[in-house]
């Protein structure tokens, strides 16, 4: 009887343990990403690794390097968060301009919009571009028959 209480507590802890362990592996950092729209136009940096995102749509868009980040962003403060909470969205890449088309009497003319993915995006106004961090000085212009024959994406607003 002595012998089998020391193993039955044995067992016990043992169980305990796995059961513990096996609860942690399933609740990880995915398990409480979620959309934030509360944080969109925000420049976000990763405390740990430094890592530049921008939040459009409520999801975190990696920066992927410095050049796209000084074309696109106004070089400001960014705001720390466990980026770890937010849902991951695609990465801002080379392919990601802000244009504008000039030739007066345009419908286009004089809207600045985001090429996201093969889309263009309005950016609908100062207020908008300034909420995002958008550089104006990183706006290029383009042939507005060009910017026309790209389709239209989601706006971006304040």
Not at 65 to 85: C, E, K, M, S
Not at 118 to 133: C, D, F, Y
Request: aromatic share 8%.
């Amino acid at each position: 009887m002595n012998k089998l209480i020391p193993s039955v507590f044995l067992s016990s802890v043992l169980l305990l343990g796995t059961t513990e362990s096996t609860f942690h592996q399933s609740v990880n950092a995915q398990s409480f990403r979620r959309n934030r729209p509360d944080l969109n136009g925000l420049l976000i940096t990763n405390p740990v690794n430094r890592t530049i995102f921008w939040v459009d749509r409520g999801q975190l868009r990696h920066i992927r390097n410095p050049t796209i980040y000084g074309r696109l962003f106004v070089p400001n403060h960014q705001n720390y968060l466990d980026t770890d909470a937010v849902e991951p969205g695609p990465s801002i890449t080379d392919d990601n301009r802000l244009v504008r088309c000039r030739e007066d009497g345009h419908r286009l003319f004089r809207r600045v919009y985001l090429l996201d993915q093969g889309k263009k995006r309005h950016v609908t106004s100062p207020a908008a571009m300034s909420k995002n961090n958008f550089n104006w000085n990183g706006v290029t212009n383009i042939d507005c028959p060009v910017l026309e024959s790209i389709p239209d994406g989601d706006s971006i607003g304040t």
